[in-house]
C-alpha cells in the first residue's frame, strides 16, 4: 500500500463520518484496509469480525450487520471508524519508515 491509497482510504473516511453508515460502506473501507473477515470456527460473538492481515496486533473490529442495508448507529459508526483510523496511522507509521529505511540505505551507499 502506498501514500496516495492510504490518502484515499482517509477521505472515505472524512467522507463516511458525515453520513448515515451502513454494514456494506464500513466493511468496504475494511477490506480496502487488509481486514478479512472471521469465518467458520473463527468467528467470535454473533456480529462480523474483521481482523488485519497486515497488523496481527490489531484488534479486531466487529462491524454489525442486522438486515440489508440497515443504518448502524452513529456512535458505533464513529468508534467503529475510529479503529480504521487507527490502521491508517500504522500504515502510514510503516510508510514512513520504509521510506527512512530506503533514504538510509541511499546514503550509505553514497560513502
Known sequence: MDKRRVSKIQREIRDERRRVSTHESLKAIA????????KGA????????????????????SIPFHGRNASIPPKTA???LNDLEADIFRFLQRLNE??????????DEIH
Open 98 to 107: 520504509e521510506e527512512n529505511d530506503y533514504v538510509q540505505e541511499d546514503s
Open 42 to 61: 473463527q468467528t467470535r460473538g454473533n456480529e462480523p469480525m474483521f481482523v488485519s492481515t497486515e497488523f496481527p496486533d490489531a484488534r479486531p473490529i
Open 31 to 38: 477490506t480496502s484496509l487488509k481486514r478479512v473477515k472471521l
Open 78 to 80: 464513529k468508534n467503529i
